[in-house]
């Protein structure tokens, strides 16, 4: 008690100084971003114009590798193939802080009317297609370029170590080649040094500018791939008890998995989907085939839930098959983990968001049945992600052009708020966990 009453002003005497300096720094934040945000819309718009496919992001990655460079941080290019890391130390020790933003287009033709409209054309799978930045991503690469502007002008303040972290291919690698997220981790991006904490947003379409979307634990879906390949014995369509009919067996596997979700899982715990998109088997009317094959995917927000529906798949789908007297094949493949906010590092960024973007215009969403690929690096380390809004602000969020259609919108009005609470983001981190752990 006495060692406590003896020490307690000059305990409160730290905290009231890592506050004062917390502001002083946050106040910094905002002066920077309000001079820097025509910068980032450029830089934005520039991207939009310009888009680049998965893996193929090379002028973006140059153009974000010079900008890096220019602001006197070191960076690596060429990781996971077009992938940039910047590594901007402070000049007082602390932790090490990831803050990643996607860089790649998709296959879409824009046929939004811009002055900065893209117009790039490229070949994908064969094909000639257009190329648009559909999802947002070119915000995400000007926001982070923006924030790496505003953090390395506060090198002198800056309590540990900010990674930049540029990712190719977040909406998946052309067939035959690896990338993304995972590519990165494997080649070593969360090493030298070691990565703490990595936060990340994505920009939304239907969220007003000004607002901000988030949830903890499960926020985005795990995503698997599922083919079923089910065995029976050919025969005349006439005399069906000559064979063994893998329709048949289809159709009722089809209807069994449908009860996974419905009568095993525990969903009042978290959503789950089981869906199959394509069947294949047959060629004519009066014969029963050999051999039906079936492909889906499979959403789960937990990983419990997600093994579970794994388990069910193979049981339900392989004993219908035996009934039958088929013989079933369940392969199942694993694409994206679950998006997983860290509950304690959100709870700690939740005033961060509130005191940034103003408390009411902070909104604890539902979960999605999408995937992100953030979700590798956030199963390394705690991850925060977030979702920032892009919509402007008279529009009615029923009515805008979802994300990959060729008509998709962003307002980039709202692109400082996300310079801000990144950096803010990353400042706090660094505050709290310098003195905490006294690295
Ligand atoms: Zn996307
Ligand atoms: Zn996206």
Redesign the pocket.
Known sequence: MRKEFYYAPLLLMSFLSVDTVAQDLSAMVDKQVTTLEDKVIAWRRDFHEHPELSNREFKTAEKVAKHLRSLGIDVQTGVAHTGVVGLLKGNKPGPVVALRA?MDALPVTERVDLPFASKVTTEYNGEEVGVMHA???DTHVAILMGTAEVLASMKKELQGTVKFIFQPA??GAPAGEEGGAELMLKEGVFDNPKVDVVYGL?INSSTAVGHIGYRPEGEMASVDGLTITIKGAQTHGAYPWNGVDPIVTAAQIVLGLQTIVSRNLEIIKAPAVVTIGKIEGGVRSNIIPEEVTMIGTIRALDTGMQEKIHQRIREVATNIGESAGATVEVAISKHYPVTYNDPALTAASLPILEKTAGKEQVHLIPPRTGAEDFSFFAREVPGFFFFLGGMPPEMDPAEVPP?HTPDFYIDDSGLALGVRTLANLTLHYMDTHTHATGK
């Open positions: 996607d999802c947002g991503h977040e909406e994505h994300h």
